[in-house]
């Protein structure tokens, strides 16, 4: 993987002075501002003599970083810093990226989501609230957005596994939004976040007096859907080309939505596609250092809503792709959910889930366990399924912690000598099962993958990570390839070729007993390779102009912004462009 290469830095035309500059998250450089610049722009006395660099301050925040003391208020602290200096923040969380993504992102954005309302400060991103919903079109005409490439917005109803947070899923956005700047190097005048707000079912939010959000119950039916409209539409007339991520939308919704808007602009659900792909990609790599096929595997999927039927359809192409018929291929998948195995006579399946419902036919012969208290006649439990199934592969999404219980993990250890076990629900909180335990019921076998970081444990008398199986080696990758080549469309081939770019850089390809994912600390390189694939996708299916492979590879490293102070001239406002 290719390596950051030096930047020459030009001039930037800056049009504010004073105060104003210092308040501009995009342009303060703190006491990095050189005694000409402190001259010119009239800084003298507002910063303390001492004339820093960007080096010596990301020393400075790293010590007050450590200093606080739980992780929900080093989330804040770097809220803070994002919302006064973000060319520090990032070059911060690039100097430090392991140690600060599970302060970003999860797990600790899941307890800045259900406390968003109590250490909220300035404002960041948009709210699109319903009682505002005619000034849709006025709320986004401001002219400091005019740089906005990429989009990421939610309506807080489905935050997680800890679900509905109202106006809180704002964090969601923002910390999304953070990883594709400091893992894919778009820049962060280009990123908008945006939330929703259409009420709250969380009574909890509603009975909070320092609730930020609009409290109400959620507008739901065709008024949801009108609002949503209103905001897509005016979207595309602002922004032609710009990319618009969904994320953790309710899975009466995600689905729908992906579906009815995803011909119309460049747009994606990163809980559906962005999980399949990195789940695909893991297991790829998992599949890759065991010497087995994909064609090979028998998949559970514990969860079957958008995140879980998801990761079934990635994998269903690609074993097509591998020379499977479909109908073969449909066979290897035991999606389970609320009502146990989902069966093809259940009366109240959804719509996505019916492709993936086995056959009432093809577990009539099955050896279910003894009938629990309060089991219905015909249900089949995961239990169930690992003994008579014998599945290779347990993928968990349902938010259900503990789910992965010790009799069922034996259980499939038994019927599979590398069983493969992805409890991928975030937060920690919420996963299936911990390394350590998946580890012991399988006297070693087992290959985990995890949503959420876990300590290391040991293993062989070694410290051994747990490959964190996180969408943050995915979603800034595509979009930007998607950005740098102008793609109009973002389709599930592209998320194909993502998981297959993800796959190609594990470290299990050199040595088997090594993780299958790369470390977090390459995440942006990890991006380049998942760029140069959804771009090239892009590009063989026409949704781009036609470019070279060196072209394409030109692009994306033009569209990486790395954190560092260029030097500023004035031009005052009449005749600058920034």
């Known amino acids: 993987m290719a390596m950051d290469m030096p930047v020459r830095l030009m001039p930037a035309a800056v049009s504010v002075k004073g105060p104003d500059l210092l308040r501009d998250p995009l342009l303060n450089k703190g006491t990095a501002f050189t005694e000409s610049e402190r001259d010119e722009f009239l800084l003298h006395g507002l910063l303390p003599p001492h004339v820093g660099t960007l080096e010596g301050q990301i020393d400075r925040r790293l010590k007050a970083f450590r200093a606080e003391q739980t992780p929900f208020e080093k989330y804040v602290f770097l809220r803070g810093l994002q ?161 618009l991520q969904w994320e953790d939308f309710a899975r009466h919704n995600a689905n729908r939505l992906l579906a009815r808007y995803r011909d119309r602009l460049c747009t994606f659900n990163d809980d559906i596609q962005g999980t399949a792909a990195v789940a695909a990609g893991t297991l790829l790599s998992a599949i890759q250092a065991t010497g087995g096929s994909i064609v090979d595997q028998r998949i559970v999927i ?76 015909g249900r089949v439990e995961l239990i169930d399924v690992m003994n008579n199934a014998r599945p290779t592969t347990l993928i968990g999404v349902s938010g259900q912690p503990g789910a992965f219980s010790e009799s069922v993990i034996r259980a499939m250890a038994r019927g599979t000598p590398r069983p493969v076990v992805f409890p991928l629900s975030n937060p920690t909180t919420s996963s299936e099962a911990t390394p350590s335990d998946l580890h012991a019921w399988t006297d070693g076998r087992a290959i985990v993958g995890t949503g959420s970081p ?47 770019a993800l796959a190609a850089v594990s470290p299990a390809i050199r040595d088997s007993s090594a993780p299958l994912l790369p470390p977090v600390t390459e995440l942006r390189a990890v ?29 994306i490293e033009a569209n990486m912004w790395r954190p560092m102070y260029r030097p500023y001239i004035y031009v005052p406002p009449s005749t600058s462009s920034r």
């Not at 800034?476 to 469309?489: D, F, H, I, Q, S």
């Not at 081939?493 to 993502?498: D, H, L």
């Open 83 to 243: 919302d006064a200096n973000e060319t520090l923040l990032y070059a911060l969380l690039g100097a430090h990226l392991e140690e600060m993504l599970p302060i970003v992102y999860t797990p600790t954005v899941g307890a800045a989501c259900e406390r968003y309302s109590d250490h909220w400060a300035k404002p960041r991103g948009l709210f699109m609230s319903w009682p505002h919903r005619h000034r849709i079109e006025q709320i986004l005409s401001d002219p400091r957005l005019d740089a906005t490439q990429v989009i990421v917005v939610s309506d807080g109803e489905r935050i997680l596994g800890l679900g509905d947070q109202g106006a809180g899923g704002m964090g969601i956005p923002i910390g999304k939004l953070s990883l594709y700047t400091a893992c894919a190097g778009l820049h962060p005048a280009t990123t908008l976040p945006i939330l929703l707000d259409v009420g709250t079912d969380n009574e909890a939010r509603l009975a909070d007096p320092l609730y930020i959000g609009w409290r109400q119950k959620r507008i739901r039916g065709q008024d949801y859907d009108d609002f949503v409209e209103a905001f897509v539409s005016a979207v595309m007339r602002r922004w032609p080309n710009v990319l």
């Open 302 to 377: 514990f969860g079957a809503g958008t995140a879980g039927i998801g990761i079934a359809n990635l994998l269903l192409r690609m074993m097509v792709s591998a020379g499977l018929s479909e109908a073969d291929a449909r066979r290897r998948f035991f999606a389970v959910d609320r009502p146990g195995l989902l069966l093809d006579d259940m009366p109240d399946l959804i719509d996505f889930q019916r492709p993936f419902a086995q056959t009432r036919a093809s577990v009539a012969g099955w050896q279910l366990a003894a009938p629990a208290s309060g089991r219905s006649e």
């Open 454 to 500: 876990f300590p290391p444990m040991m293993r062989n008398g070694k410290l051994f990570k747990t490959d964190q199986t996180n969408n943050s080696y995915v979603f800034p990758g595509v979009g930007l390839g998607v950005l740098a080549v102008g793609a109009r469309r973002v389709t599930d081939p592209m998320f194909e070729a993502a998981a297959r």
């Open 527 to 555: 991006a380049r390779e998942v760029a140069r694939a959804v771009a090239r996708t892009a590009r063989d299916a026409g949704l781009c102009e036609e470019l070279t492979d060196a072209q394409i590879d030109a692009r």
